[in-house]
């Protein structure tokens, strides 16, 4: 496709289940990142992947959440244990590869909004 | 360290009247700022992004943003407010440096736009 797709588009699960949120970037894009948005919210950064090496993960918030990309391509976000507070929508994202001196954007998808009951 | 400031998390404009958005930044490195458009249900869309070539920045849908380093700030504007133009906007900075630097949001400001 021309552009970011996540999914599922929406999810529910019961506090306590583990959930998988699927990303599948831009074709070419080396750079992905994943973002977690709260209702009200500005998003704000989870993990970052440069092909399949993860190079960035200072935002995960618990041992709870873990990130893939194995072949540099898909990525999936899972949540394990989930809890209330995990209810947020989940956002991807993808960049081009760098070019030095150009601002090289974050191309977003729709997002998987996710609710723990 | 870098944030975003957005003053007003609510604006309500007439049709037809200027838009403004406010977004102040702080950034220890040089920074690039961008704005991007959030409609219901959906992800972020760009509007426009500084790149340091020039101050004045043109993104669709007529909007436009100046970087002015002096304030820190990187106002969205435009001139006249369309009812399509109603949505959620975000400024966002990252590091000019780190290509692989996340984004820091604002809060987030909600343009009303009324007939």
């Known amino acids: 496709g021309a552009g970011v797709s996540q999914s599922p588009r929406y999810k529910v699960a019961k506090r306590g289940q583990d959930v998988a949120l699927r990303c599948d970037p831009i074709?070419?894009?080396?750079?992905l990142f994943w973002y977690q948005q709260a209702l009200g919210q500005g998003p704000e950064f989870l993990t970052y992947?440069?092909?399949?090496?993860?190079?960035?993960k200072s935002g995960l918030p618990s041992d709870r959440f873990f990130a893939e990309r194995p072949e540099g391509s898909v990525s999936t976000l899972k949540i394990q244990r989930t809890q209330q507070e995990d209810s947020a929508v989940y956002l991807c994202?993808?960049?081009?590869?760098?070019?030095?001196?150009?601002?090289?954007?974050?191309?977003f998808g729709d997002g998987t909004r996710l609710s723990i009951l | 360290a870098q944030s975003v400031t957005q003053l007003g998390s609510h604006v309500s404009v007439s049709e037809g009247a200027l838009v403004l958005l406010r977004c102040n930044y702080s950034?220890?490195?040089?920074?690039?700022l961008f704005w991007y458009v959030q409609y219901p249900n959906q992800g972020l869309q760009l509007l426009l992004k500084?790149?340091?070539?020039?101050?004045l920045v043109k993104g669709i849908n007529g909007f436009e943003a100046e970087f002015k380093k002096s304030e820190t700030s990187f106002h969205l504007t435009k001139p006249s407010a369309h009812m399509s133009d109603a949505a959620e906007y975000f400024c966002?900075?990252?590091?000019?440096?780190?290509?692989?630097?996340?984004?820091?949001f604002g809060q987030g400001t909600e343009l009303s736009v009324k007939p």
């Open positions: 500084y790149t340091s070539a020039a101050t």
């Open positions: 994202a993808s960049s081009p590869p760098r070019r030095v001196g150009v601002n090289q954007p974050q191309h």
């Open positions: 950034s220890s490195v040089p920074p690039y």
């Open positions: 992947f440069q092909n399949e090496a993860q190079l960035d």
């Open positions: 074709s070419g894009h080396v750079s």
């Open positions: 966002a900075v990252r590091n000019a440096y780190n290509q692989g630097g996340k984004l820091i």
